[in-house]
């Protein structure tokens, strides 16, 4: 995120209320750098006194920090499309129905007179729910890595944070 937008966020966190009146540009017109970061910061607004460059940077996030937060959440996109890959929402729901289904039979089964102690699932059940639970061991080991490779950022610097790719399978492996 670039230092302008951490700005932003910087003034909107210490005036939550905020509705414009003000902008930051990172250079001057020409291009050259300002002299003074607080330079940058044009003030128009009338009902918040321009803030100080300290209290702006007390409550700026560090360039590390921002960019951390938008690759843990580029991280849960592709652990999602992962998942909807290999499990499709139709299909998760599917299982789900399947194995609820199942499920009652075997309820019904204990309930009823004689009792009968234990159902026997036909093989079609059986199948039905072996693929159900690779279903959810998949969906599960996916989540894992993914909070996996989220923690592995934590000791990352911004330059290998920038090199991280969450797309290349060989985070996921």
Known sequence: MSKGKRVIEAIKALYPSIKGGFAYWETDKD?????????????????????????????????????KE????????????RIDVAYPEWKQRNYMAAVAEIHNKEIMA???????????????ELATVKAADACKKAITSLRIKSNQLET??????LEQLKAFDPTDDRNWS
């Open 31 to 67: 291009g050259s750098v300002w002299g003074n970061d607080i330079d940058g910061l044009k003030w128009e607004n009338e009902s918040f006194s321009k803030p100080t460059w300290s209290q702006i940077t007390s409550n700026m996030k560090t360039e590390t920090l921002s960019y």
């Open 70 to 81: 938008e690759v843990v959440s580029l991280i849960k996109e592709e652990c999602t499309r």
């Open 110 to 124: 204990m309930k009823t007179i004689p009792f009968v102690a234990q159902y026997t699932l036909t093989a079609d």
């Open 152 to 157: 592995s950022l934590d000791s990352m610097t």
